[in-house]
């Protein structure tokens, strides 16, 4: 039987090279669009990102007619913050179900997975914020015997 030396081991160890880390590539459409798909509680948001003067378009409404309140144009807006793109792109989405907080949260997640498609030297710094990860918390279902999820009927004695 052959005998293992340090010096073969290491020998070994050179020639199998360390897999490199995966390389992401910009992923465009035929019109130059980066798409993505966010999801938040019952929401579902399709989004498309295209070099612009920063239109934002939501469900065929400008953004402050479809998100009245401030919060959830500040949410919308994160990933362009932290990515410091604010007013170069032109966003299309289209959104349904869940509520409008729900919504706003579908939106941001697919937003930063469509610049990450369109630019995805700025994958990091949308990772490290927690954009990219699907927020999976939903609402608990009615348990029967119970008034909601979890809240029992008030006990009487008497």
Known sequence: ??????????????????????????????????????????????????????????????????????????????????AKRTGQYDLVVSVAGGGLSGQAGAVRHGLAKALTNYEPELRPALKKEGFLTRDSRVVERKKYGKRKARRSFQFSKR
Not at 17 to 31: F, G, I, M, N, T
Not at 36 to 51: E, H, Y
């Open 1 to 82: 039987m052959a005998e293992t030396t340090l010096s073969s081991l290491s020998d070994l160890q050179a020639s199998v090279a360390a897999p490199e880390a995966p390389r992401y590539v910009q992923k465009l459409d035929k019109q130059g669009r980066a798409y993505a798909t966010g999801k938040r509680k019952n929401a579902v948001a399709r989004v498309w990102v295209k070099p612009g003067a920063g239109k934002v378009t939501v469900n065929g409404k400008d953004i402050e007619a479809y998100f009245a309140r401030p919060v959830l144009r500040m949410i919308l807006a994160q990933p362009l913050v932290v």
